[in-house]
């Protein structure tokens, strides 16, 4: 399976932004999948992540009213709409999926990546 994300940007803040990440060489739908994002001199951290079907959604408490993430299995994509953005989104969102989402917020469990997309929040 191969990702790649896009739709980073340098935005102001309380702006906001559309990440999506296109996934090709698998299927999909079997795939849950993921948001992960790291800050300069930062780990990576998780971000949001949905089910296959997209009944299941989770969220970081630090983004959680603020991003809503989203799939169109059709399209083979997953979304990250991001509002309200802050300074401390600044970092490098990386899209991932896995083949079973046993834990959405730990991303050892995750078996394939992006190569991320830079969001930079600043006046």
């Known amino acids: 399976v191969q990702l790649q994300a896009y739709g980073g940007g340098l935005v102001q803040p309380g702006d906001s932004l559309r990440l999506s990440c296109a996934a090709s060489?698998?299927?999909?739908?079997?795939?849950?999948m993921g948001w992960f994002r790291q800050a300069p001199g930062k780990e990576r951290e998780f971000v949001s992540a949905i089910s296959r079907g997209g009944g299941g959604t989770y969220y970081a408490d630090t983004v959680k009213g603020r991003f809503t993430i989203s799939r169109d299995n059709a399209k083979n994509s997953v979304y990250l709409q991001m509002n309200s953005l802050k300074p401390e989104d600044t970092a490098v969102y990386y899209c991932?999926?896995?083949?079973?989402?046993?834990?959405?917020?730990?991303?050892?469990?995750?078996?394939?990546w992006g190569q991320g997309t830079q969001v930079t929040v600043s006046s």
């Open positions: 060489g698998g299927t999909f739908s079997s795939l849950g």
């Open positions: 991932s999926a896995a083949e079973g989402l046993v834990n959405p917020k730990i991303e050892v469990y995750y078996d394939y």
